[in-house]
C-alpha cells in the first residue's frame, strides 16, 4: 500500500512541475514537489537522513542530465528561464521527485545495475515525450536521435541512481 501511494504522489507531482513548465509557474511545481517530498519523508521516518542524502544526490544528477541535454539541444525549454543554458527549477524537481522512488517502489533493482540501465534506456524517453505534448519542452526535430540520446543518458544515469540509493 506505501509503494502504491508513493507512485501515486510521484505521478501527481510529475503532472504538476510538467504542467507548471509549461506555463512558467514555478510556485505550483514547488507545492506540489514539496507535498510529496513531505509524504514521502514521513513514510520513511526512520531513514530520514539517510532519504534525504539520496534525494540531493539524485537532484545534482538531475541538474547536470538536464543542464547538458538543454545545452546540446536534446530539447528546448518551452517558457524560457532566465537562465536559458541551465535546467530550470521545475525540470530539476522531477528528479527530486523520482529520488522518492527510488527507496519504495524500484527497490527491488538495488544491486541489479544491468536491469536499471536498460529500462532506464526503454522507459525514460517517454516521459519527455510526454513533456512536450504537454507544452513543457520542444524536443530536437529528429525524434530518432532524441530518443537514443535519452536512452543513453538514462541507461547510464539510471544504474548510477540505484547505487546512490544503496549507499
Not at 510529475?14 to 509549461?22: K, M, P
Not at 541538474?63 to 539541444?73: D, P
Not at 527497490?107 to 524517453?125: D, E, M, N, V
Not at 520542444?138 to 547510464?156: I, K, P, S, Y
Amino acid at each position: 500500500m506505501r509503494n502504491i501511494a508513493m507512485v501515486i504522489a510521484f505521478q501527481l507531482g510529475w503532472f504538476a512541475c510538467v504542467l507548471s513548465g509549461a506555463k512558467g509557474q514555478l510556485l505550483t511545481a514547488l507545492l506540489a514537489a514539496s507535498a510529496v517530498l513531505v509524504c514521502n519523508l514521513w513514510l520513511a521516518r526512520k531513514d530520514v537522513m539517510q532519504e534525504l542524502r539520496l534525494i540531493v544526490w539524485v537532484t545534482l544528477v538531475g541538474f547536470v542530465v538536464e543542464t547538458i541535454n538543454l545545452s546540446t539541444g536534446v530539447f528546448m525549454l518551452a517558457v524560457p528561464s532566465t537562465f536559458p543554458w541551465l535546467c530550470p527549477v521545475w525540470l530539476v524537481l522531477l528528479w527530486t521527485l523520482f529520488a522518492t522512488l527510488l527507496r519504495g517502489p524500484l527497490k527491488w533493482l538495488s544491486g541489479r545495475y544491468w536491469l536499471s540501465s536498460l529500462l532506464g534506456a526503454l522507459f525514460a524517453a517517454p516521459n519527455y515525450f510526454a513533456g512536450a505534448r504537454l507544452g513543457a519542452v520542444t524536443l530536437h526535430g529528429n525524434m530518432l536521435f532524441c530518443a537514443g540520446v535519452l536512452a543513453v543518458v538514462w541507461a547510464l544515469a539510471m544504474p548510477l541512481m540505484v547505487w546512490l540509493a544503496r549507499k
